[in-house]
């Protein structure tokens, strides 16, 4: 069992405790969590896809460490039906990420709102969105203001049946001052540290 703290702001555990309590985040969460490594970082997202997609969720996934490809087979493993959930567009994988972040956060918020009516008209009991947030850290030279004002222009909670989580790998928060670490925190409802941990069912 690892160190775990909850607090009404922080989850910090392995993956077992993270992917319970993840499962229970209440809807308009804007969700920072920092991963160490893929192999955590997939393990956490392809369970909580597992459980959101049970739920009647619709789930967009916007990858950049990954190909759409690598997630697919990620999600696979954990017995989610890959091509029946994008048939059916309960489950979006979308791989080139730019065009999605940069223009402006308004642009993103616009795409939310579409996403929204969606997930209404089909009967749906929500949005999950997980965005891995590296991108920010290769695209336009490193430019930390471009994610700051993008997660900036996010609301802490957002008042639409929306689970917003932005993944950060350690290293890419390990390049930001203690006071910009903090700055990004705090734009977020709650904050969730991984830990390692060995393969959970």
């Known amino acids: 069992m690892s160190d775990k703290t909850l607090t009404a702001k922080e989850i910090r555990g392995d993956v077992a405790e993270i992917a319970q309590h993840l499962g229970q985040i209440e809807s308009g969460g804007h969700v920072i969590l920092v991963y160490p490594s893929l192999e ?27 190909t759409a490809d690598s997630v697919r087979h990620t999600l696979t493993e954990v017995g989610i039906d890959v091509k029946r959930y994008e048939k059916e567009r309960a489950l979006m994988i979308i791989e080139d990420i730019t065009k999605t972040y940069f223009g402006s956060g308004q642009d993103f918020l616009f795409f939310l709102n579409i996403l929204n009516k969606q997930q209404e008209k089909h009967g749906k009991n929500g949005i999950s969105v997980i965005a891995d947030m590296g991108i920010f850290y290769h695209f336009n030279n490193n430019d930390k203001d471009a994610l700051f004002r993008f997660e900036r222009s996010l609301p802490a909670k957002f008042d639409i049946r929306l689970k917003r989580f932005c993944y950060y790998h350690v290293h890419d928060i390990d390049r930001l001052e203690e006071k910009e670490k903090q700055d990004l925190l705090e734009q977020h409802y709650l904050r969730v540290i991984a830990v390692p941990h060995p393969i959970i069912d």
Do not use: D, F, G, M
């Open 40 to 66: 955590t970082l997939r393990k956490i997202y392809s369970h909580y896809c597992r459980t959101a997609l049970e739920n009647n969720e619709l789930v967009l996934l916007l990858t950049y460490y990954e």
